[in-house]
């Protein structure tokens, strides 16, 4: 049955709509909620999975273990960010595919290799050596979709979405991978930041993204130039070229 993405598509409109400058951020005062006696620390979240033309092979669905100390509104804007990063990875891997012929260039990754021109290659890579960011954004999201077939088949360990709270400004978490197989999208969020009514969507998506490829195998520095940083800030810009008002570090300073 084919995957209706219309509401993946509307998402990716609001992001689109909603980048704009960052504002410095207030802190609240900080109550942790409580963890109810009988309720389990997590709970399944299933996303489905959008399925582009050239790629078989694909579950339904990708699953993540969520906790349960995240409430309905902010559980909500993680599969909102998750369900951003899946767009990108399906209209990267549509417009690459180029009607059978597969070789088109996507618009990620257009923009991705205008601007990233260091540290392209993830630490499981052992190919031809990856000199641009075209390259690198297509070795990524490769890797993309062996994380999701390796997720929604359960061959992976089970992925979790961690609880935090910690009134800086990073929103999302994750370590660096060092395999090809079998990764499990593990990822620590800040709840403190998806209160803030300034933290946009398009914030969090780029900040999700940042942390699926960190579970793909790139590295930091997150900062100008890198492509850790340079492909998702391409995706928070709806792939346009940068805009002098906008600094990256209002877009990256949100990445860890």
Known sequence: MPINIQPILNLMQSILQSVGQVNNLLPPSF???PMNEGIPPYTEMAIPVPQPP?????PPNVYFDV????????KQKITDSINGVLFNWYLHMTQKWNGGANNGLSQLASCTNT?????????????VAITNGRKATEVAMDQFTQIIKDNGFRKSPKARIDWT????ITTMRANTAIGQTR??????????QLDQSNVTTGLLLGSM???WLHRAGFTDPKTTSYFIS???????RGYQVKNPALPDNSFYQFFD
């Open 31 to 33: 109550i942790a909620p």
């Open 54 to 58: 050239g790629i078989t092979g694909l």
């Open 67 to 74: 906790s349960t100390r995240f409430n309905a509104t902010q």
């Open 115 to 127: 601007y990233a021109t260091k540290n392209l290659r993830p630490l499981w890579y052992r190919g």
């Open 165 to 168: 709270y910690n009134r800086g």
């Open 183 to 192: 990764v499990p999208v593990n990822i620590i969020v800040n709840a403190y």
């Open 209 to 211: 993204f940042h942390a």
């Open 230 to 236: 340079e492909c998702p800030m391409c995706a928070m």
